[in-house]
């Protein structure tokens, strides 16, 4: 996107701020991206990946009170997804006059559409991350050197070597003063961090083992069969769109669906656990269609993590039609018993109790505070901006992707794996992924038999 596109008062602005001299070391040292001019106050926002999850972001941050935000770009790789967002976002900003300009000009397709979309920002605007995560750490480095501010979702990595490139990363986005949120919004649940204080007072003692369950029917593209590829779709094509089935776009449904549980769990421990050892099974093979799955998840998951302190966390997860669904989390100390999650990712309200049965008479306290998770973490991130504080939740995310990816790695190779292990190994799912374009294969194609590679544990050393 050439400057034409751009709001030119803005950028003049920003140019006089600086007093016309836009050198990139000299930002870094003076924490530019933080700072907007006097004169003009409005953070431009594009969003990339405009999905389920992106259009709900994009929501998020014009409704937040902390700044004056404005939409202004959109990318995707697919054009009936983007219009599909454009819909709902244009009509959630007819609510909200002066938050939405996306003219047609700055709707931008293609694998390279990440870029002209960040280009129609300035130094300090904010762009949202909500692809499929293999592409995170692509439009990450392309967001730091166009000095932006980021929101980008979990996972943010889905195997060791491009966490170690994410690490680097979010050390590189730190150095340049950017602020970075990244969607755990547990983190940004009230109940949540009012519970984590309470832990740390001691109200359940010490803590001894935590249980997180992610168990339900199938959801999202957690299952995926060659009848849902349609005609002339490219294997490329079929997998972005049906992400969740694929470890080299999503980390599978172990990385994407668990990582809530896994990180808020780590989170009231205080700390990462340094290995774990899982099982995991493949019960159906044949879809109700009569056709084969195709997807790489198995369809559950049981996990034992260690901490450095001998500390266990057990996490289960299952995708399985009318099974029991069992969604939540538990900790458990000397003296007692928290709920951090009471259903799905992290709802509330948040409670501890005396001893290690959840009833309401051993109720010590439970949390009230009623606020949207995915509204505060917006907030966060903005009041960071304005207030050009410290705020980079991206080394947490790559600790809470790697560890999540480290249970399905697990499960996967039937073998026990450390940090060490999956931070030092490998295997990256999808080297090139930067270099995709819409004629690309994809970084899994089918083998001999017509399916793509499945994990099989014992047998292969790798995950597929
Ligand atoms: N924090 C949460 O509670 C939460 C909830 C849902 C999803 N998410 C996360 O958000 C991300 C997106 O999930 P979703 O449910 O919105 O999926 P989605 O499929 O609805 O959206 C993804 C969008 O990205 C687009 N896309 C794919 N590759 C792209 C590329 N290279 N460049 C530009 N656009 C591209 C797709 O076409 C699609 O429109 C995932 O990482 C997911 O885990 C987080």
Same mark, same amino acid.
């Given at each position: 996107?050439?400057?034409?596109?751009? /709001?030119?008062? +803005?950028?003049r %602005?920003?140019?006089?701020?600086?007093?016309?001299?836009?050198?990139?070391?000299?930002m870094?040292?003076?924490?530019?991206?933080g700072? #907007?001019?006097?004169?003009?106050?409005?953070?431009?926002?594009?969003?990339?990946?405009?999905?389920g999850?992106g +259009?709900?972001?994009?929501?998020?941050?014009?409704a937040?009170?902390?700044?004056?935000?404005?939409?202004?770009?959109?990318a995707?790789v697919?054009? *009936?997804?983007q219009?599909?967002?454009?819909?709902?976002?244009?009509?959630?900003?007819?609510?909200m006059?002066?938050?939405?300009?996306?003219p047609?000009?700055?709707?931008f397709?293609?694998?390279?559409?990440y870029?002209?979309?960040?280009?129609c920002?300035?130094?300090?605007?904010?762009?949202?991350?909500?692809?499929?995560?293999?592409?995170?750490?692509?439009?990450f $480095?392309?967001?730091?050197?166009?000095?932006?501010n980021? @929101?980008?979702?979990?996972?943010v990595?889905?195997?060791? /070597?491009t966490s170690?490139?994410?690490?680097?990363?979010? *050390?590189?986005?730190?150095a340049?003063?950017?602020?970075?949120?990244?969607?755990?919004?547990?983190r940004?649940?009230v109940?949540?961090?009012?519970?984590y204080q309470r832990?740390?007072?001691?109200?359940?003692?010490?803590?001894t083992?935590?249980r997180?369950?992610?168990?339900?029917?199938? !959801?999202?593209?957690?299952?995926? $069969?060659?009848?849902?590829?349609?005609?002339?779709? +490219?294997?490329?094509?079929?997998?972005?769109?049906?992400? #969740?089935s694929?470890?080299?776009c %999503?980390?599978?449904?172990?990385?994407?669906?668990?990582?809530h549980?896994?990180?808020q769990?780590?989170?009231?421990?205080?700390?990462?656990p &340094?290995?774990?050892?899982?099982?995991?099974g493949?019960?159906?093979?044949?879809?109700?269609?009569?056709?084969? @799955?195709v997807?790489?998840n198995?369809?559950?998951?049981?996990?034992e993590?260690? @901490?450095a302190?001998?500390?266990?966390?057990?996490f289960?997860?299952?995708i399985?039609?009318d099974a029991?669904?069992?969604?939540?989390?538990?900790?458990?100390? $000397?003296?007692g018993?928290a709920?951090?999650?009471?259903?799905?990712?992290?709802?509330g309200?948040?409670?501890?109790?005396?001893?290690?049965?959840?009833?309401?008479d051993?109720?010590i306290w !439970?949390?009230?505070d009623? +606020? =949207?998770?995915?509204?505060?973490?917006?907030?966060?991130l903005?009041?960071?901006i304005?207030? =050009?504080k410290p705020?980079n939740?991206?080394?947490?995310?790559?600790?809470?992707?790697?560890?999540s990816?480290?249970?399905?790695?697990? !499960?996967?190779?039937?073998?026990e794996? %450390?940090? *060490? *292990?999956?931070?030092?190994?490998d295997h990256?799912? !999808?080297? =090139?992924?930067?270099?995709l374009?819409y004629?690309?294969d994809?970084?899994?194609?089918?083998?001999a038999?017509?399916?793509?590679?499945?994990?099989e544990?014992?047998k292969? &050393?790798?995950?597929?």
């Open positions: 996107m050439s400057d034409e596109t751009t /709001p030119k008062t +803005s950028r %602005s920003f140019l006089q701020a600086t007093s016309g001299v836009v050198a990139g070391a000299a870094t040292k003076l924490n530019i991206p700072f #907007h001019s006097s004169n003009d106050d409005t953070i431009q926002v594009a969003l990339v990946g405009c999905g999850r +259009s709900g972001a994009a929501v998020n941050a014009m937040t009170k902390a700044g004056n935000l404005k939409l202004v770009a959109m995707d697919f054009a *009936d997804r219009k599909d967002s454009y819909d709902a976002v244009s009509a959630e900003g007819k609510k006059p002066g938050k939405f300009d996306v047609k000009e700055r709707m397709l293609g694998f390279d559409a870029k002209k979309a960040m280009d920002l300035r130094p300090g605007d904010i762009v949202i991350l909500t692809t499929p995560p293999a592409f995170r750490w692509v439009h $480095t392309y967001a730091i050197s166009k000095k932006l980021v @929101f980008m979702e979990k996972p990595t889905t195997d060791g /070597p170690k490139r994410m690490l680097k990363l979010a *050390d590189e986005a730190k340049a003063g950017l602020k970075v949120g990244v969607g755990l919004m547990s940004h649940s109940g949540m961090q009012e519970l832990i740390r007072n001691g109200e359940i003692g010490d803590v083992f935590m997180g369950y992610r168990m339900h029917g199938p !959801a999202a593209s957690s299952e995926s $069969t060659f009848s849902m590829k349609k005609d002339g779709m +490219s294997h490329l094509e079929f997998q972005i769109r049906r992400f #969740h694929f470890l080299w %999503s980390g599978g449904c172990f990385n994407d669906f668990n990582i549980l896994i990180d769990m780590c989170w009231m421990k205080d700390a990462w &340094t290995k774990v050892y899982a099982t995991g493949r019960h159906y093979k044949i879809s109700p269609d009569n056709t084969p @799955f997807d790489q198995l369809d559950t998951y049981g996990c993590y260690t @901490f302190d001998g500390t266990k966390m057990f289960d997860g299952r399985i039609q029991q669904t069992i969604y939540s989390s538990h900790i458990h100390g $000397t003296k018993v709920i951090a999650s009471r259903s799905g990712d992290c709802g309200p948040q409670a501890t109790f005396s001893g290690h049965n959840e009833n309401k051993r109720q !439970a949390s009230t009623r +606020s =949207n998770p995915y509204q505060n973490e917006w907030e966060a903005v009041k960071a304005k207030d =050009n705020h939740e991206v080394q947490r995310g790559v600790m809470a992707s790697l560890v990816s480290m249970g399905r790695m697990a !499960a996967h190779t039937g073998q794996v %450390s940090v *060490d *292990d999956i931070l030092n190994g990256e799912f !999808a080297p =090139n992924v930067d270099k374009t004629e690309s994809a970084p899994v194609m089918p083998g038999d017509g399916l793509y590679p499945m994990p544990p014992g292969k &050393t790798r995950e597929y």
